[in-house]
Antibody, heavy 123, light 106 residues
Framework: QVQLVESGGGVVQPGRSLRLSCAASGFTFSSYAMHWVRQAPGKGLEWVAVISSDGSNKNYADSVKGRFTISRDISKNTMYLQMDSLRAEDTAVYFC????????????????WGPGTLVTVSS | DIQMTQSPSSLSASVGDRVTITCRASHSITSFVNWYQQKPGKAPNLLIYAASSLQSGVPSRFSGSGSGTDFTLTISSLQPEDFATYYCQQSFSTPLTFGGGTKVEI
């Protein structure tokens, strides 16, 4: 069955970097776009970024553009989120999700989710 | 960016009640709306996509409707396991955006 597992979360100081990973199994990883979505403590969901199935197309939320980089390694069935210049407001649980198609075009949605990993940005 | 305004932000209901949650988009998004359910400490779960299509495995008491800018999620007869927070999301264009959420409480 489809399984997604995030890792790499933890406590980091403002201005520092962190890389999250999302390990995928149970499906053909190279056939689906993938997303990152986050949720600050006690707050709602915020979409962060998406990458197409072949890694050629990437889109970001305005709040992370220029600081975060989404990527994927098809040989390792793993997606990544490189987070640089971290701020207190980046503190959140980060979920990875599988899109139902190769590209996140109009009509896209996430049909499978990982359990999330907590990132805390604090001095 | 397209803003999604969800209402109410919370509601109290009883088992067996009919519950309606609304979502309004800042621009027309045709039928590109998804609805997710989230329980505390868990990942979201897709209920409805393309405004009215029921995701596989989701009970038929959940339904969605609307087009353009106004959308509705309806739970026809609330069950104990439905107490959760519900989010709409527009999938018309990136950045994808969520509504603020509706917490359904007993």
């Amino acid at each position: 069955q489809v399984q997604l597992v995030e890792s790499g979360g933890g406590v980091v100081q403002p201005g520092r970097s962190l890389r999250l990973s999302c390990a995928a199994s149970g499906f053909t990883f190279s056939s689906y776009a993938m997303h990152w979505v986050r949720q600050a403590p006690g707050k709602g969901l915020e979409w962060v970024a998406v990458i197409s199935s072949d890694g050629s197309n990437k889109n970001y939320a305005d709040s992370v553009k220029g600081r975060f980089t989404i990527s994927r390694d098809i040989s390792k069935n793993t997606m990544y989120l490189q987070m640089d210049s971290l701020r207190a407001e980046d503190t959140a649980v980060y979920f990875c999700g599988r899109d139902h198609r190769r590209q996140a075009v109009a009509g896209t949605f996430v049909d499978y989710w990982g359990p999330g990993t907590l990132v805390t940005v604090s001095s | 960016d397209i803003q999604m305004t969800q209402s109410p932000s919370s509601l109290s209901a009883s088992v067996g009640d009919r519950v309606t949650i609304t979502c309004r988009a800042s621009h027309s998004i045709t039928s590109f709306v998804n609805w997710y359910q989230q329980k505390p400490g868990k990942a979201p779960n897709l209920l409805i996509y393309a405004a009215s299509s029921l995701q596989s495995g989701v009970p038929s008491r959940f339904s969605g409707s609307g087009s353009g800018t106004d959308f509705t999620l309806t739970i026809s007869s609330l069950q104990p396991e439905d107490f959760a927070t519900y989010y709409c999301q527009q999938s018309f264009s990136t950045p994808l955006t969520f509504g603020g959420g509706t917490k359904v409480e007993i």
